[in-house]
């Protein structure tokens, strides 16, 4: 079939056979981006476009302008998308224009803002095994955010799929069918699995991948010490993005290893039980984090995120930010105006991580020169408290004066999206670029002046110099005039209603003119190319500036809620006391149609207080009430105020439930099945340091196997020593 195909579409065949299977190619051809065979098939309906063929070949294209809303709907379709861009002008080629493979954009790595939620980081993580231990990884593209993590435990690397919810997942080929492997990426139904060949994760070939990356030579500095399947996890998902999807990562500068004992963990069940971000799939409704969100910046609501996903276990660190929050609630104008100052931030980390991979423009180096602008206000207002973590935050917030002044003088105030079709830099930026304009707004003076004399010269008052991009510049005659054109015009187009000329005289000008809008434009792009790199080189600095405001904000953020909603400090212990008075529910409380809420105690420990049996009819509030204890636990642990008139709380190590009644009938589980196998998953793993919210133990069986088992599972937590652990039962 070869034989028969045009050049055009052998070159098209050659580039999407280098292609792994599964990837729809965009070729590039003049204003638009086609899609033939199978490709158009799949993203026509996907794209809402019309499917058509050429010479029986079934095709679709989409304009070049619009690229970036077209790709979105096929990331969001679950599909893998590869840009074809023309390497060299057409105009100034003979034969085939080079074309190549620039980048490949799936829905883990998606960048653009039309496909990213402004609040949460879009992950693509990467799972591997080696032995008994795990090895996840997990990396936002559109930030640079880069972290991994270890365990043996299977359930600890998919509650963190499930609590950060990656919008796909790398894994090694001969992995991808492991029974294990599969239950992990089961915990999310939509996301996209990429199986990657297994020498990518080889540790040789994996370390000396992270140490080429950041120009290290050992990874001991990011903890990767004795940690061998973190750095194959890291590496392959490194080689995954910029080998095989041909994307940019000079913006990924920093990899961090966490440590999951630092963390209260939080399964499956209890993030939905408890609606900590929106239970049960809902992310718009009523929720912890939405209670708690009053945050100024993009960057600060995803790291609030962060850290309601993730509390901590560390009581040193929670209560540095409790010192933080106390500081700012006791200090209003230290609160009031650094909120304000706040306000005037972009969202700094997708910025600066957009022109860092060649694809911001003039606007986005707007946006950061406005960020850093706000900072000297920032710093002035943080500086002389006295607060450890404020002083902390502040070292690593830098103003980069000179990078302002560099934007600030050298681009316009309201520049257009393109970059390579001039009008962004500001006239007096550069002699050589003014004089490139000068000599284009002459040639255009002159055109008009030329347009007065012809008129004068021929007495034809309607005659009219005109431009388009076939012809150029030319004279145009209505049709009932056109006898009366000088010889020395030369007819270059008849249409129905009128003739068009030219002249030697007008062509020498147009070939000034366009010269020098050319001139121009190009010099244009050169220029905002070494303005861009000079920002680019900043990315370290920038990126940890970035991080500390986010920071800052989130703290405001927590204080704000404090002091609005009548939060207090609990004490942070690390015995097993637990007690709260005058507690409240946090989200119920806020609830637009909620009745006053009544207060109420909980005293729990592992000795005398170790269970407590909830009991009342139904809706009497007993589910509220169990819940209420775990969200303040959790907001505790955050570091965060709580809504009672005063706790003391033990630091627990995670947080299990079990409430209400649902199914999971797409993995073949029953109500009862989803019940039984939470309350295993409770008995198997909890400790002495953990806090259980039980509820309707036993639902849907008759009534004396319901009370076997909720008896069961009360005296197993009360007399298995192992076990021992702080329960709520209703």
Known sequence: MADNLTPMMQQYRRIKGDLPAGVILLFRLGDFYEMFFEDAVQAAPILGIALTKRNEVPMCGVPFHALESYISKLVRAGKKAAICEQMEDPAMTKGIVRREVTSILTSGTATSDSTLEYNRNLFLACVYRSGKTYGLTMLDLSTGLFWGEESEDASVVRENITKFSPAECVVAETQAKDSDIRSILGSVSAMQVSPCADWTFDFGSAHEKMVRHFNVHSLDGFGCTGRNVIVCSAGAILHYVKEDLHRETGHIRSFKVRDSAEFLVLDESTLSNLDIVGGRGRETGVSLLKVLDVTRTAMGARKLRDWVLRPLTDISKIKARQDCIEKMMKTRMLLKDLTES???????ERLIARIGTVGGNARDMNAIAQSLEAIPAVMKIIGGHGDPLLAEL???????????????????????????????????FHKELDEFRGSATAGRNWLAEYQVKEQARTGIKTLKVRHNSVFGYYIEISKGQADHAPADYTRKQTLVNAERFITPELKEYENKIVGAHDKAVALEYELFLEIRKQVVDRTDVIQKTADALACLDALAALADRSLALGYVRPVITDGDVMVIRDGRHPVVEQMPDAERFVPNDTTLNCTDSQIMIITGPNMAGKSTYIRQVALIVIMAQIGAFVPAKEANIGVVDRIFSRVGASDDLARGRSTFMVEMQETANILNNATSKSLIVLDEIGRGTST??????AWAVAEYLHDNAKVKAKTLFA
């Open 342 to 348: 706040l306000g005037q931030v972009r969202d700094l």
């Open 394 to 428: 502040a070292s690593d917030i830098t103003p980069l004066p000179e990078t302002v002044s560099s934007i600030r003088t050298s681009i316009i105030d309201e520049p257009p999206i393109s970059i390579k079709e001039g009008g962004i830099i500001r006239e007096g």
């Open 704 to 709: 004396f196997d319901g009370i076997s088992i």
